[in-house]
C-alpha cells in the first residue's frame, strides 16, 4: 500500500504516480475535494465553493434542462461524477451530459464511470472561478484527449461562457451548441448575468419564454 507523505499541495498538477493518485483519492481527507490526473500527474481541487460558483452552476443545469425539455431531447446529465482511464487519466468535471443516444449509455449502480468500458460524455461544463486558467488549459487538453465533443468554461467573475467544439485533437469556439441545436451560449450568458439581480424562479420563467419562441 501507498504511504501518503505530508499534505499534498493543492489546486495545482504535482507530480503522481497512479498508485499515488489512488492512495489520495481514497483517503478520508480528500472524499470531499475534485480530482483529476493526466500525463503521470494529480491536481486536488479543496478551494470552497462559494455562492457565485454555485449559482452559476445551477444556473446552467437550470437552463440546459428546460432546453432540452422545451425541444423534447433525450439526455442523462451528472453532477461532479468521476470519469476514469485505469492507469492514465481521471477527471470530476463540475457538469456533464450523455446526449441523444448516449442518454442511457450509464447504467444505474454505476460508481466511477470507467472510460475503458463506456464512452466519454458528449458535453462537458467547468465552472471557473478560482480554477478558471486550469480549465482553459490542461483540463481543456484532457478532454480533447477523452473525446468530449463540447467544452464548456464558465467564467464566473465575468458572467461570461467560453463553449468550444472539440475533433481530431482540435478545438473551434461556437456561438451555438452543435450538440443542442439551437441553443445560443449568449442566451446562457444573459441567463448568468441575470443571475446578479434575479432569483432562480425568475431567470427559469425568462429562459422558458425564450426557449419557446
Not at 444573459?190 to 419562441?213: M, P
Request: proline content about 3%.
Amino acid at each position: 500500500m501507498v504511504q501518503l507523505q505530508g499534505k499534498i499541495l493543492t489546486d495545482t498538477w504535482v507530480k503522481a504516480s497512479w498508485a499515488e493518485y489512488l492512495a489520495i483519492v481514497e483517503s478520508p481527507e480528500y472524499e470531499k475535494a475534485k480530482c483529476y490526473y493526466a500525463q503521470g500527474r494529480l491536481r486536488i481541487e479543496m478551494s470552497p465553493l462559494g455562492n457565485d460558483h454555485a449559482s452559476d452552476h445551477l444556473t446552467i443545469i437550470q437552463a440546459i434542462s428546460l432546453f432540452t425539455a422545451v425541444n423534447n431531447i433525450r439526455l442523462n446529465g451528472k453532477d461532479n461524477c468521476s470519469y476514469r482511464k485505469t492507469g492514465f487519466k481521471e477527471v470530476q468535471p463540475d457538469v456533464s451530459y450523455y446526449i441523444g443516444k448516449n442518454a442511457k449509455a450509464i447504467p444505474r449502480g454505476t460508481k466511477i464511470i470507467d472510460l475503458d468500458q463506456y464512452p466519454a460524455p458528449n458535453l462537458v461544463i467547468e465552472i471557473g472561478d478560482t480554477s478558471i486558467r486550469d480549465d482553459q488549459g490542461e483540463k481543456r487538453l484532457i478532454y480533447e484527449d477523452l473525446g468530449v465533443e463540447e467544452y464548456w468554461i464558465v467564467d464566473v467573475q465575468n458572467s461570461s461562457i467560453i463553449a468550444l467544439a472539440m475533433k481530431n485533437n482540435g478545438r473551434e469556439k461556437i456561438t451555438e451548441s452543435r450538440l443542442l441545436p439551437g441553443l445560443k451560449i449568449n442566451i446562457l450568458t444573459t441567463a448568468l448575468q441575470k443571475s446578479r439581480t434575479s432569483d432562480h424562479g425568475e431567470i427559469g420563467a425568462w429562459l422558458i419564454s425564450e426557449f419557446q419562441k
